[in-house]
C-alpha cells in the first residue's frame, strides 16, 4: 500500500516498531497497550484493512471502514481446511461457501466490500512486486534461513511465533 502512495497504519508490538516504521508505516498501534478497537478509533476511517489475526477483530474491524466508498476488509484467515478436514470435502465446501456468502452479504448491505485472500501463484503480479523491490519501494524482510537439514528448527521457531520477517 505505501509503494502505491497509502497511508499505512500498522499493529504491532511495541519491540517491533522500529521495523515496522522502517517498512513504511505512518502509524504504529501496540496491541500490548489495551484495547486495539479504541486505539484505530481515534484515527481516520480507514479505506482498506488486511486482517492477518482473525478470530474476534472480524467483528469489530470493518466498523473502521469508510462505508459506501469502496473500502475493503480482507482476511487471510479462514475456516476453509478446519471446515473441510472436520466436515468433510463436500460438507465442508457447501460451509465454506455458506460462510463467506453470509458474510459478504452482511458486510455488503453495510457499504464494505469483504474478502478471503489466498495465495496463487500469478506472473504479471510478481513481476509488478519485483519491478517495486527493485526499485527499493518495499523491502522484502528475511528473519532467518536454515540450511536444509536444520528444517525442523525451522518448523520450532515458526511455532513459537514472533518472526521479524519469513523464515
Known amino acids: 500500500m ?19 516504521k522502517r517498512l513504511g508505516a505512518d502509524d504504529i498501534i501496540d496491541y500490548k ?32 471502514l469508510r462505508k459506501w466508498s469502496g473500502a475493503r476488509y480482507v482476511s487471510l484467515v479462514t475456516p476453509f481446511l478446519v471446515n473441510m478436514d472436520r466436515l468433510g470435502i463436500a460438507d465442508g465446501m457447501l460451509r465454506t461457501g455458506i460462510t463467506i456468502g453470509a458474510k459478504v ?11 478471503w485472500s489466498f495465495f496463487a501463484s500469478n506472473g504479471p503480479h ?5 519491478t517495486l523491490v527493485n526499485a527499493g ?27 521479524r520477517g519469513k523464515t
Open 137 to 163: 519501494k518495499i523491502h522484502p524482510v528475511i528473519d532467518q534461513v536454515f540450511e536444509f537439514s536444520d528444517v525442523p528448527m525451522a518448523f520450532q521457531k515458526m511455532e513459537r511465533g514472533h518472526a
Open 126 to 130: 510478481l513481476d509488478e512486486i519485483a
Open 33 to 64: 497497550l489495551g484495547n486495539m478497537e479504541e486505539q484505530l478509533k481515534k484515527l481516520p476511517m480507514f479505506d482498506f484493512i488486511l486482517d492477518n489475526v482473525g478470530g474476534s477483530t472480524e467483528n469489530w474491524a470493518p466498523n473502521l
Open 105 to 115: 452479504l452482511k458486510h455488503l448491505y453495510n457499504g464494505i466490500h469483504y474478502r
Open 2 to 20: 505505501k509503494s502505491w502512495s497509502g497511508h499505512v497504519t500498522a499493529v504491532c508490538s511495541q519491540n517491533a516498531s522500529e521495523l515496522v
